[in-house]
């Protein structure tokens, strides 16, 4: 049974910058309580109960409300910055819990939001690594799963200038312990950085990644006006 989850947290948020000045995106309150604990309140209701949360910007804050916390989640926090230096990229969090996990587990964004149905569809414990896809009307912003077969990914095309589908990527992942074989083989994106997706490529290229949708919802704490959208979401819901 897969009960541990990696949640990514150590980013500043920069479409936020005048909201997240004082503190991490993630917490940014939606409803009255910060965003974090929403997406931690549905982890633990979907039966992820061990949370690995991986920080960096202004920790402090972060381990402030974290502590809070304490005795309603079980929680180890990460900070990447001290682990990692400089290393920066969606691949961090994966490498700063390498000598932890070594078992299946699921890997979120910790500013995304799923159903507690959702991510259970995706807790499955094979061989196999899961990525969650959603069909959207503007495909072009995000990174589009192509298929290998019905079930298979193939590769993610980030941001394709033209039409090659408008199932995207939504930054829930079921994973196997043989991501962190891939560790070593990474190099840095065009951007600087150290790209999860290139990790996924790697593993799709053996037909070792499949793709589940999502059936519920996808919440993506993005940019400002998303506040208002998550918030009237969930009150209606």
């Not at 917490?27 to 209701?45: A, D, Q, R, T, W």
């Not at 991986?54 to 682990?83: C, R």
Request: with cysteine.
């Amino acid at each position: 049974m897969i009960n541990k989850v990696v949640v990514a947290a150590a980013g500043r948020g920069t479409r936020m910058l005048h909201l997240s000045q004082n503190k991490p995106k993630h917490l940014i309150e939606i409803n009255g309580k910060p965003f974090l604990y929403h997406l931690m309140k549905n982890l633990k209701m979907a039966g992820l109960t061990d949370i690995y949360m991986i920080i960096g910007y202004q920790k402090e804050i972060i381990e402030k409300f974290l502590d809070e916390y304490k005795e309603e989640f079980k929680i180890t926090v990460i900070n990447q910055f001290d682990k990692l230096g400089d290393k920066y990229g969606t691949a961090c969090p994966i490498e700063c819990v390498k000598d932890l996990i070594n078992e299946n587990f699921i890997s979120v964004f910790g500013d995304n939001l799923y159903s507690v149905a959702d991510m259970k569809r995706i807790m499955i414990d094979d061989n196999f690594n899961y990525i969650a896809g959603i069909e959207v009307p503007n495909p072009e912003l995000y990174g589009v799963l192509i298929r290998n077969g019905q079930d298979y990914l193939d590769n993610i095309k980030e941001k394709p200038d033209q039409y090659v589908g408008n199932l995207i990527n939504t930054g829930l992942f079921k994973l196997t312990p043989e991501v962190f074989t891939k560790l070593p083989l990474l190099e840095k994106s065009p951007r600087g950085e150290y790209e999860f997706t290139d990790i996924i490529t790697m593993l799709a290229q053996e037909k070792k990644v499949k793709i589940k949708k999502i059936q519920d919802f996808w919440l993506d704490l993005g940019k400002p006006s998303d506040i208002p959208k998550i918030e009237n979401f969930l009150n209606n819901n």
